[in-house]
């Protein structure tokens, strides 16, 4: 999967989970589906409309009420629902929050190698110094990621390192995601 695909999909909280959910089973009707995501119907609704319109998911044309629609993943959709659970099975419970947040998996894919500042935003050529800045803080302030400084540089700069939960994520990722 190319980086550009992975960014998109990651732009809504709750794309990943409900591929994830997908993946394992659950079925792709939205009550099962927000049961097992906890997420809100409207959050919901957003991230499955979403997901429609990447391709990764289709109203399945032959069950159903119409009040009551069926969802199943598309080829693209099944070959991203397994990167989805695969990040999930890798996270605690407590991870979630961080893991929904738009840049997080983006930028600790990015940092399957220790890296510069500059380096990461080269690879995610969307995001902006504000939120690389924020999504890297809220990922050290988890323990995520560390900042070290080159002092041998002129001038001296921050080397970000995955470590922890966001080094093993990290691993998983790296074999699965392709940069431009």
Same mark, same amino acid.
């Given at each position: 999967?190319?980086?550009?695909?992975?960014?998109?999909?990651?732009?809504?909280?709750?794309?990943?989970?409900?591929? +994830?959910?997908?993946?394992?089973?659950?079925?792709?009707?939205? #009550? /099962?589906?927000?049961?097992?995501?906890?997420? +809100?119907?409207?959050?919901?609704?957003? @991230?499955?409309?979403?997901?429609?319109?990447?391709?990764?998911?289709?109203?399945?044309?032959?069950?159903?009420?119409?009040?009551?629609?069926?969802?199943?993943?598309?080829?693209?959709?099944?070959?991203?629902?397994?990167?989805?659970?695969?990040?999930?099975?890798? @996270?605690?419970?407590?991870?979630?929050?961080?893991?929904?947040?738009?840049? !997080?998996? /983006?930028?600790? !894919?990015?940092?399957?190698?220790?890296?510069?500042?500059?380096?990461?935003?080269?690879?995610? /050529?969307?995001?902006?110094?504000?939120?690389?800045?924020? @999504?890297?803080?809220?990922?050290?302030?988890?323990?995520?990621?560390?900042?070290?400084?080159?002092?041998?540089?002129?001038? /001296?700069? +921050?080397?970000?390192?995955?470590?922890?939960?966001? #080094?093993?994520?990290?691993?998983?990722? #790296?074999?699965?995601?392709?940069?431009?």
């Amino acid at each position: 999967m190319y980086i550009e695909l992975f960014v998109n999909i990651t732009s809504r909280a709750w794309a990943l989970p409900i591929l +994830s959910n997908m993946h394992a089973g659950i079925a792709g009707r939205q #009550a /099962p589906l927000l049961v097992a995501t906890g997420a +809100s119907r409207t959050a919901f609704a957003q @991230s499955m409309d979403h997901l429609i319109k990447m391709g990764l998911v289709e109203r399945n044309p032959g069950y159903g009420h119409p009040l009551r629609p069926e969802f199943r993943l598309t080829l693209l959709g099944t070959a991203a629902a397994a990167i989805a659970n695969k990040i999930q099975n890798v @996270s605690a419970d407590e991870d979630q929050d961080l893991l929904r947040r738009s840049w !997080t998996l /983006p930028v600790l !894919t990015s940092l399957h190698s220790s890296s510069h500042f500059n380096d990461i935003k080269r690879k995610l /050529p969307r995001i902006t110094d504000r939120a690389l800045s924020q @999504s890297l803080k809220s990922m050290e302030v988890r323990s995520w990621v560390r900042r070290s400084v080159d002092e041998t540089a002129r001038p /001296p700069k +921050s080397i970000y390192e995955a470590v922890n939960t966001g #080094a093993v994520i990290s691993k998983v990722m #790296a074999p699965e995601i392709r940069f431009l």
